[in-house]
């Protein structure tokens, strides 16, 4: 799939004096049919809100800022004045999908602002003086020029009230009554805050003698302050102290519910619970049947004799780009889904570092791929469970989620067609998407061997799994260590890997819903193309592609898109695209 990017002369010159024919390689440049002509009206005011809100962004762009929050505020409503300027009734279908999304999306974007302003307030009592701190910073943003003695007295006020609530909490860490979850946040916001206050303060200082004359002393001892009670927040009150320690922050069932309202899913969190326990015990039973065909008594033990069949080191690599043209092959071959000439080629590999393994011990991926390999730098007991982790046939299941068909085609599609949408995307349709690839590729009888299988069926439970442990937690009946266990028991992880999916899952860095909606999107996906396609609507190549050129959205739209069916008005939860009866 890749070419040497350099030729020796003489091939060059062997190359050169081949007839045409031979020389003959595939064109990169699509048929001008191929390209999107039809103009829609709402494409560029979508475009333009996302162009503005990144503008806005820059500039506003300090922790839990006061004006930060009325800057949105005041550009979510305005765009809704002008969305209501239009009436949806009279648009083209296109231009009603945008329509509705953007209505949509800037409702769910002023909830998010009551959300955040929420939880900070939960936290205030732990941030004494904080609010100046970040009025300082805000300041700046907006090129106001700080009284520099003011701003002194601003910086030590803030340190003596840091200080005298540490001094209180160390005799008493219950004297607030803030739990170990509040505190944690807390030590995050504090920990914000205090980046951009040495921002701030790096701005002026030098620069200003007069500046720097009266802040310098007091930035100092608060910045020390800060770190010191940071870490009283986090190590005593978090009780965070150890790395191993995983904390997360819980949103409850009423923001889970709003979640799920926003993503169109008609389901509540306890039935999506249900429903991945019935998708847990089928991939069980399957595995037991691979387990039999591998003559082992049970699948925890076949699970384990596929876990011995890894590349040897600095091999991962080469069965990296194996699996992925044999992934593109196959596709092709079976006239799935149009894979352009380019996006065979414009992906690259990269080798994550130790240090990023700890939160993610299996391959990422996106525009390009990410694999996770041991290195010769970790210690004995990881070097083996990252190798158990990323065997060949957990890989193979891997590569094509990450590549083609899965995250590198759509976002080869998401760049090309209906742009605008990625304002829209979301982890129902990115992460919904290659896994139904999974499935698709499952029931084509894609794995060729019981330990193929085994390796898909393990992905399959992973993601059940996930979203057992996301929403148990998110409504406070699981705890993060409790989540490990069922990734060890239910699912065969190696516990290493185990705390490293857990930790990535709770550390903030992705929404409460980002885990459940690789299996609940995959389900909605897969239920659309028995609709679509089991009813002879449309072929494979037709459907796949469709959906890659309408842009992410929430797949309850893409499938009120294929079926010309999206009425004016808000868009509603109403599709059930699951049977509870069926497994």
Known sequence: MHHRRRLSVLCLAVVLALPAAAAERPDLAPALSEMPADAQRLAPVVQRFRTDLASLGRVYDITAGPRREAAFRGLYTDWQKRLAEIDPAGLALEDRIDHALLTRDLAYRL??????????????????????????????????????????????????????????????????????????????????????????????????????????????????????????????????????????????????????RHELIPYSPEQLMDLAERELAWCQRELEKAAAEMGVSDWKQA???????????????????????????????????????????????????????????FFLGGQDVWVAYPTDTMPHDKKLMALRGNNRHFSRAVVHHELIPGHHLQYFYNTRYQTQRELFDTPFWSEGWALYWEFRLWERGFAKTPEDRIGMLFWRSHRAARILFSLGFHLEKMTPDQAVDLLVERVGHERENARAEVRRSFAGDYGPLYQIAYMIGGLQFHALHREIVGAGKMSEREFHDAILKGGPMPVAVVRARLRGELPPGELKADWPFYDFGGR
């Open 303 to 361: 699970l384990e004799t596929v876990k011995t069949r890894h590349p040897a080191p600095g091999e991962q690599p080469k069965l990296v780009v194996e699996l992925a043209d044999e992934a593109i092959d196959y596709l092709i071959a079976n006239d799935l889904v149009s894979v352009p000439e380019l996006a065979k080629r414009d992906w690259r590999m990269t080798m994550l570092t130790p240090e990023y393994q700890l939160q993610a011990p």
């Open 111 to 260: 909830g998010q602002l009551d959300f955040e302003r929420n939880r900070y307030r939960d936290a205030a009592p732990l941030l004494p003086g904080v609010e100046a701190l970040i009025a300082l910073a805000e300041a700046r943003r907006e090129l106001q020029y700080p009284d520099a003695h003011a701003s002194a007295e601003t910086l030590e006020r803030s340190r003596r009230a840091l200080s005298d609530l540490q001094r209180r909490l160390e005799k008493d860490p219950k004297a607030l009554g803030s739990t170990p979850i509040v505190a944690h946040r807390a030590a995050r916001l504090l920990e914000g805050v205090r980046a951009d206050l040495k921002q701030w303060y790096g701005f002026h200082a030098g620069y200003d003698p007069q500046f720097s004359w009266w802040n310098k002393q007091p930035y100092e001892a608060l910045d020390q302050q800060m770190d010191a009670y940071g870490k009283l927040l986090r190590d005593k009150l978090a009780g965070a102290n150890d790395p191993e320690t995983i904390i997360g922050d819980p949103i409850g069932r009423e923001a889970l519910v709003a979640g799920l």
